[in-house]
T-cell receptor, first 114, second 116 residues
C-alpha cells in the first residue's frame, strides 16, 4: 500500500500563474478530501468527493479554486489565478466507506505564491 | 453545527511522565471521535477513534483516549511519554449531515513537546 500520493511536494509560483496540485488516493477508497493548512486558519476542508462526485465544496474559498476527480484514482486541485494569500500546505486524504472510517492523508504540497 | 475545541495550543511534559491532550466537542446526535498526529512536513496520521461501546479506546503507539459523554470530552492520554511523541495532535468529530454526506471537523491542534 503506497498510501495517498501527492505531487508536487513543493511548488513556488508567481502571483497570477495557474497552479495544479495532484492526488492519487489509496486504491479502493471511495471518498477523497482536499484540505488546506495554514498557521492562521489551521486545517480547512476545501472539498469532499464521494464516488468521484463532489459532495461538499462549501469550503472552496472562491471561484479561483476548482477541483476535479475524473476517475477513482486521480484528483486535481487548481488555482487560477494564484495569489500570495493562497500560500499554504494543501493535503489530500482518502477513506473507505462511511462516516466512522479514518482518513489517510498524503504528505501534502507546500505552495508558495510570490 | 458541530465543533471541536482543543483548549491548549502547547503541552509540555517530561519524558516518562503521563501526558494528556484535551479535546471537547459539540454535536447534534451521536459523535464519532478521532485523534490524529502530525509530524513535521508530513500529513496527519490516524491514532484512534471512538464510535460506540467502551469509553476507553486504545490506539497506536500506546495512546488511549477516554470518551466522556456528560463532559463532551475525548482527551488523549499516554501513561509514559517518549521524546518521539513530540508532534502536533488533532482531535476531530464526524457526523452524518443531510443526504448522508460526511462532515468531519478538526480542532485547531495541540503541539506536544516531550522534554528529555
Amino acid at each position: 500500500d503506497a498510501g495517498v500520493i501527492q505531487s508536487p511536494r513543493h511548488e513556488v509560483t508567481e502571483m497570477g500563474q495557474e497552479v495544479t496540485l495532484r492526488c492519487k488516493p489509496i486504491s479502493g477508497h471511495n471518498s477523497l478530501f482536499w484540505y488546506r493548512q495554514t498557521m492562521m486558519r489551521g486545517l480547512e476542508l476545501l472539498i469532499y468527493f464521494n464516488n468521484n462526485v463532489p459532495i461538499d465544496d462549501s469550503g472552496m474559498p472562491e471561484d479561483r479554486f476548482s477541483a476535479k476527480m475524473p476517475n477513482a484514482s486521480f484528483s486535481t486541485l487548481k488555482i487560477q489565478p494564484s495569489e500570495p494569500r493562497d500560500s499554504a500546505v494543501y493535503f489530500c486524504a482518502s477513506s473507505w466507506g462511511n462516516y466512522n472510517s479514518p482518513l489517510h492523508f498524503g504528505n501534502g504540497t507546500r505552495l508558495t505564491v510570490t | 453545527a458541530q465543533s471541536v475545541a482543543q483548549p491548549e495550543d502547547q503541552v509540555n511534559v517530561a519524558e516518562g511522565n503521563p501526558l494528556t491532550v484535551k479535546c471537547t466537542y459539540s454535536v447534534s446526535g451521536n459523535p464519532y471521535l478521532f485523534w490524529y498526529v502530525q509530524y513535521p512536513n508530513r500529513g496527519l496520521q490516524f491514532l484512534l477513534k471512538y464510535i460506540t461501546g467502551d469509553n476507553l479506546v486504545k490506539g497506536s503507539y500506546g495512546f488511549e483516549a477516554e470518551f466522556n459523554k456528560s463532559q463532551t470530552s475525548f482527551h488523549l492520554k499516554k501513561p509514559s511519554a517518549l521524546v518521539s511523541d513530540s508532534a502536533l495532535y488533532f482531535c476531530a468529530v464526524s457526523v452524518i449531515s443531510s443526504g448522508s454526506a460526511r462532515q468531519l471537523t478538526f480542532g485547531s491542534g495541540t503541539q506536544l513537546t516531550v522534554l528529555p
